[in-house]
């Protein structure tokens, strides 16, 4: 299977990833080379198979609805790269 | 051309726990912007989900409340796509296998009959962000305190046909969701919100039109508008030959239409896939059932009950069974009073008007059932006489006394049947409008049923209203007639 | 003093053969000397390491110390570990001081373990050679040409040249397994859900776990104890109830079953390194254990299963680095399209971005039956293949690698040829087992490993496994020359 570079920067939209120009080739040239790698599977048959998600057979525990959090906002937005008035800031958001 | 508009809802709706869905942190609403976001909130490197109880449990009763099945399993999934509201760039929901399966909703039609609404499913899911649109320098500010509570989302067929169906289902909707308590259904706060898809079809053609999906719109009424104005854009431009490109669009309340958003135009690609950090939920039958057993009685059984058990108009049964807490007051007051009519009169009337004019709700009434249902027992009685009635509810409601039978006291309100007492007022109201009394001997007797009015308002009025009006009226007739 | 194990050190501090800060001390004199030709740690957290070994002295002295009190330890950095940076290996974590510890790091710090610093990794746990990190890559103690494996290399390299007794890994493929095999140090991958995942930051969730690096399955033991148990943060942890992992270690092998997949004892072994591990097998007979052929007809297949299913997990548990709460933001963005795409394009390597690629492609429209769906289903046959096996052996014996430690940069042009190397330690992880790797001898003075895989919850047997062989044989013993 080939990635062409148009599928390449599809798949980079949806990831929010930029490819520059120069490196088209080689991500369209190793990303085609993996999916070589996985194609293999098409080779076994799972038909009737179900799929697998999770490695343990176990189910999901369930939390009881106590507040456990304080207001950590100070401590938790000094590693934050743009604040103001306890907000976080982003570019503009147009609707 | 005949057109034929086809509805479908999707419906928010804020689940009323206490914590998030996937954290212990705080749902209040209306706290200092990201004061309620944890690390886990945050999306913080390392951070993980646990879900909460209540949440399924709501979104289960929710579930038994719409007739819906309830599956054995049931899985979360995440919906991948990138916005600041969302902090980890994917929304943890449910997709594969969601808690609550096809259902359906009766609703009241205009015309009297009703219309079964099937829902498709309903899932639990994460709440985003809110995005903050104020001028911070050019940018938009995030506050992530809404991140992360609970949600249901309840998806319906396209099976309504106009705005005000789709209202009707909404309100029932609402009604269920308050009646087990498992949401506020603020719809102006946004713990309800409704995105309608609509298209329109000429009236008869089988195959659907292409759809328009308008977001959140945040009242009863702007859903109503927003429709219309949505089903009327169409028809205008499939009848001017055109057509109807598939979008999202919003509701603009003030200049009452809708417009195409900017946003989100992208052909999104959600990746859904089972969330690895979420294991299946395995839903116990017998858990089910408990929570079916124990669901309160819903608006539609109560309004049954109240026509079919306790003979109220089907009218009355409405307005009482259309809030919980209402249905509640009415039920304790019937109860207690042992006469129902009695009591749906006073409750929709007497106490619904004193709500009103106080703009408040039914938790908040001044008077409790035990305090009404005291007082229509003296009703009941002839204790005292329905206008004296009035001055109590208005007494008790001033809280001037703890129970009627102390304010009937206090006020001397009680009604008198002592015919000896009454006699002597008759006689002195008589004796003070001699010309009345004469004017009326000489009227024709079908003209004297009207001037009786007069001498019993005066002796009521002598009375301060307590004069048993049976006893005034057979002792008048006597002594006018002598 | 730097060669004892984690119970001799114990018990020096118990008889007050020396102190904590003393041991701490010389640990940290080590690294400043031998850490700039290996790159094996990130951080170095000298003061905080010094307050708590004066804590453990203290502690020690009144008689209140605990199994690891005052050893020093080294975390993997990909732990979060409050107040200190967690890189990840990533300029996208560059800044990044974690507000909060992860349940692991937690746990042994109650235990009195004294944390040294963070380990270099592959970026993310994203590799098998350490050449992804933003920090450069970590460089085998044994041969500094040669890699030191990854992606928990720096673990695996500092431990191997006695820059600290033992640190925690991370394995999602073979994370911790491989880079042990490739700097002969002892490496144990527990059942997924045995330690919690709480604040190890995510790379496939549902492969990603914690566990112990150190020189032996003893010091392994001892340092699982500490870290193993449920935890309710994490809904995956299992509540399954941890064992006396030490008290177990003296149990015989006589009359234990152990499996030989011919399937990874096929072609893609290196001769020298077969060679190598069939010695190490005689030694295991010889100690009781019986030896039989088994099949595990698709371990082949779990070259493709893991390549689609962890970059699919990684493209989601990765879309969280968005220049918005944290990490690394670009200049001025002029949009939020441009915030997005230039934060994480200027800061994730060519090796993550490649993965969320790959990742996103195989979960997209039209292709999720195909890629995603499919490596699920080729997961269930290959746990099911392992179960088969489990009915008729106690333990799988195997390589852990197909050859030694391969020369740095050798594989920087086709990542594939990197991948194919993972051939017999990802079907572990795609079916949740537990697995050590142990030191089976050199080939031109790089280690082999050797892997033990039990079934869930055999990490007591394999550890017993693998010290009944390191008390037979010298391999573990073996340490590089470094000055």
Redesign the interface.
């Known amino acids: 299977m080939k990635l062409n570079v148009e599928e390449l920067h599809k798949v980079a939209?949806?990831a929010?990833l930029s490819i520059h120009p120069k490196d088209e080739e080689s991500y369209s040239q190793a990303l085609s080379n993996i999916l070589n790698l996985v194609d293999e599977m098409q080779s076994i048959d799972t038909a009737g198979v179900k799929p697998m998600?999770?490695p343990m057979d176990?189910?999901?525990?369930?939390?009881?609805?106590?507040?456990?959090?304080t207001?950590?906002?100070e401590h938790?937005?000094k590693i934050a790269p743009?604040t103001?008035?306890?907000?976080?800031?982003?570019?503009?958001?147009?609707? | 051309m005949q057109w034929e508009a086809v509805i479908g809802l999707e419906i928010h709706t804020q689940l009323a726990?206490?914590?998030k869905i996937f954290?212990?942190?705080?749902t209040t609403f209306g706290a200092?912007?990201?004061?309620?976001?944890?690390?886990?909130d945050?999306?913080?490197?390392?951070?993980?989900?646990?879900?909460?109880?209540?949440?399924?449990e709501m979104a289960i009763q929710f579930g038994l409340a719409v007739h819906s099945e309830i599956p054995a399993i049931t899985t979360f999934d995440?919906k991948?796509y990138?916005y600041?509201d969302l902090?980890?760039?994917?929304q943890t929901t449910q997709m594969a296998a969601p808690i609550v399966g096809r259902g359906y909703l009766d609703i009241a039609l205009e015309n009297g009959g009703t219309k079964r609404i099937a829902i498709h499913h309903a899932h639990l899911e994460e709440d985003a962000g809110k995005?903050?649109?104020e001028d911070?320098?050019?940018?938009?500010?995030?506050?992530?305190n809404r991140a992360g509570t609970p949600l249901i989302e309840i998806v319906t067929e396209p099976e309504m046909s106009s705005a005000k169906e789709a209202v009707a289902f909404l309100k029932s909707i609402h009604s269920i969701i308050t009646y087990l308590g498992i949401s506020d259904g603020n719809m102006a706060e946004g713990s309800m919100r409704c995105d309608a898809n609509v298209s329109v079809r000429p009236k008869g053609q089988e195959k659907l039109g292409n759809r328009c999906e308008i977001k959140n719109v945040n009242s009863f009424r702007f859903v109503e508008k927003a429709i219309n104005y949505e089903i009327q854009r169409q028809i205008e431009i499939l009848e001017d030959g055109g057509r109807i490109a598939q979008q999202t669009r919003?509701y603009d309340p003030d200049l009452d239409e809708t417009r195409a958003?900017?946003?989100k135009e992208?052909a999104n690609?959600y990746?859904?896939?089972?969330c690895?950090?979420?294991?299946?939920?395995?839903v116990d039958p017998a858990y089910v059932q408990q929570l079916k057993d124990a669901l309160p009685e819903l608006p539609e059984q109560k309004r049954q009950r109240f026509t079919e058990q306790l003979g109220l108009s089907e009218y009355d049964a409405g307005v009482l069974s259309s809030s919980r807490p209402l249905a509640e007051y009415f039920d304790k007051v019937a109860e207690l009073s042992g006469d129902a009519k009695l009591a749906a009169n006073w409750v929709s009337g007497e106490l619904s008007a004193q709500l009103n004019r106080d703009a408040i709700e039914i938790d908040q009434a001044a008077i409790t059932p035990e305090q009404l249902a005291g007082l229509l027992q003296r009703v009941k009685d002839d204790t005292v006489s329905s206008g004296a009635a009035k001055q109590v509810f208005a007494a008790l409601w001033a809280k001037e006394g703890q129970t009627a039978d102390e304010i009937i006291e206090t006020k001397g309100l009680k009604q008198v049947t002592d015919t000896g007492a009454i006699e002597a007022l008759v006689d002195e109201v008589l004796a003070k409008n001699t010309a009345q009394v004469e004017q009326y001997r000489a009227a024709e007797p079908d003209k004297r049923g009207k001037m009786v009015g007069f001498f019993v308002g005066q002796i009521m009025k002598a009375s301060k209203g307590t004069a048993n009006p049976k006893a005034v009226n057979e002792l008048l007739a006597k002594k006018l007639n002598g | 003093m730097l060669d004892l194990s984690l119970t001799q050190m114990a018990q020096g501090l118990a008889e007050r053969k020396f102190s904590s800060v003393e041991l701490t001390q010389a640990f940290l004199q080590r690294i400043q000397i031998i850490n700039p030709q290996l790159n094996a740690f990130i951080t170095v957290t000298e003061q905080e390491a010094l307050e708590a070994a004066k804590a453990a002295d203290a502690q020690i002295a009144a008689g209140k110390a605990t199994p690891l009190t005052g050893i020093p330890i080294a975390h993997k950095d990909l732990?979060?570990t409050e107040g200190i940076k967690?890189s990840?290996g990533s300029k996208m974590?560059d800044n990044?001081i974690?507000?909060?510890d992860?349940s692991v790091v937690a746990k042994l710090k109650n235990a009195g373990a004294v944390s040294l610093g963070k380990t270099n990794l592959d970026e993310f746990a994203m590799g098998s050679s350490n050449e992804s990190s933003f920090y450069g890559s970590v460089k085998n103690p044994w041969d500094t040409q040669a890699v030191a494996g990854g992606s928990s290399g720096g673990s695996a390299a500092a431990v191997a040249a006695r820059l600290v007794p033992a640190a925690t890994g991370t394995d999602t493929g073979g994370s911790i397994r491989q880079p042990a095999a490739f700097c002969g140090i002892t490496g144990l991958k527990p059942t997924y859900g045995r330690v919690s995942?709480?604040?190890?930051?995510?790379y496939?969730?549902?492969m990603d776990q914690a566990g112990p690096m150190a020189r032996s399955a003893e010091d392994c033991a001892l340092l699982l104890e500490q870290m193993a148990g449920f935890d309710?943060?994490?809904?995956?942890s299992l509540d399954h109830p941890v064992p006396d992992y030490l008290s177990q270690l003296g149990t015989s092998l006589q009359g234990m079953t152990l499996g030989m997949p011919k399937e990874y004892f096929a072609d893609d072994l290196s001769p020298q390194t077969a060679e190598r591990i069939q010695a190490a097998i005689k030694e295991l007979e010889k100690l009781g254990a019986s030896v039989k052929e088994i099949s595990l007809p698709l371990t082949r297949m779990a070259i493709p299963a893991y390549y689609v299913i962890s970059p699919?997990?990684a493209?989601?548990n990765?879309?969280?680095?968005?220049g918005?709460?944290?990490g690394y933001r670009c200049e001025n963005p002029v949009d939020?399209e441009d915030l997005?795409k230039r934060s994480r394009s200027e800061a994730f390597g060519e090796e993550v971005k490649r993965r969320i690629l790959i990742g996103?492609y195989a979960?997209?429209?039209g292709f999720?039956d195909a890629y995603?769906n499919k490596a699920q289903q080729i997961r269930r046959l290959i746990a099911e293949d392992f179960q088969t096996a489990f009915q008729s052996v106690d333990l799988i014996v195997a390589p852990t690698t197909p050859n030694p430690a391969f020369d740095l940069g050798s594989n920087s042009i086709d990542p594939v040829q990197m991948y194919l190397g993972d051939i017999y330690t990802l079907g572990v992880n795609l079916a949740g087992l537990p697995a050590i790797s142990v030191p089976v001898g050199q080939i031109n003075q790089r280690p082999v490993g050797m892997q033990l895989i039990g079934n869930h919850f055999s990490e007591a047997k394999l550890l017993n496994a693998a010290h009944q062989f390191q008390q037979a044989t010298d391999h573990h013993l073996q340490k590089p020359q470094l000055t």
């Open positions: 939209h949806l929010r998600a999770h176990a189910s999901q525990r369930l939390r009881k609805d106590e507040v456990t959090e207001d950590q906002r938790l937005q743009a103001e008035k306890g907000l976080y800031l982003v570019p503009r958001v147009v609707e | 726990t206490k914590t954290s212990g942190s705080s200092e912007p990201n004061s309620q976001a944890s690390i886990i945050l999306a913080m490197p390392g951070t993980l989900p646990v879900l909460n109880k209540q949440a399924l995440r991948n990138f600041p902090p980890k760039g994917y995005s903050l649109h911070f320098q050019g940018m938009t500010g995030v506050d992530l919003l958003m900017r946003s992208d690609d990746r859904y896939f089972p690895p950090d979420l294991l299946p939920i395995a | 732990f979060c967690t990840c974590l990044f974690a507000p909060y992860a995942r709480w604040g190890m930051v995510a496939a969730s549902s309710e943060r994490d809904s995956t699919a997990e493209s989601s990765l879309s969280r680095f968005d918005v709460r944290y939020l997005y996103t979960l997209s429209e999720y995603y």
